[in-house]
Nanobody, 116 residues
Framework: QVQLVESGGGLVQPGGSLRLSCAASGIIFSMYTMAWYRQAPGKQRELVAEVTRRGNTEYADSVKGRCAISRDNTKNTLYLQMNNLTPEDTAVYYC??????????WGQGTQVTVSS
């Protein structure tokens, strides 16, 4: 059974930092392209950052320079370090594991709220 379990979300003040984690099980983690998506209330789910199985990364323009995605294939875990957070970063953050363009697994999400 495939599981992607996100953690690390919470309430943080503007300018603060958070590190999200996604623990994967039931997949050969190193074979998957991993990504973080987010969905704010009333908005569509959007890509935040992606890391391929070869370690190539891609970021949304809105988070470039503030976020860093990484993966630890020995721990089957994906990370997202987020710095200098703003209220616009408030959303549910989801972990995604994809081995093709047509099939992916999703986690249940972790809430990030940026507010003073």
């Amino acid at each position: 059974q495939v599981q992607l379990v996100e953690s690390g979300g919470g309430l943080v003040q503007p300018g603060g930092s958070l590190r999200l984690s996604c623990a994967a099980s039931g997949i050969i983690f190193s074979m998957y392209t991993m990504a973080w998506y987010r969905q704010a209330p009333g908005k569509q789910r959007e890509l935040v950052a992606e890391v391929t199985r070869r370690g190539n990364t891609e970021y949304a323009d809105s988070v470039k320079g503030r976020c860093a995605i990484s993966r630890d294939n020995t721990k089957n875990t994906l990370y997202l370090q987020m710095n200098n957070l703003t209220p616009e970063d408030t959303a549910v953050y989801y972990c995604k594991a994809a081995i093709s363009s047509t099939f992916a697994y999703w986690g249940q999400g972790t809430q990030v709220t940026v507010s003073s």
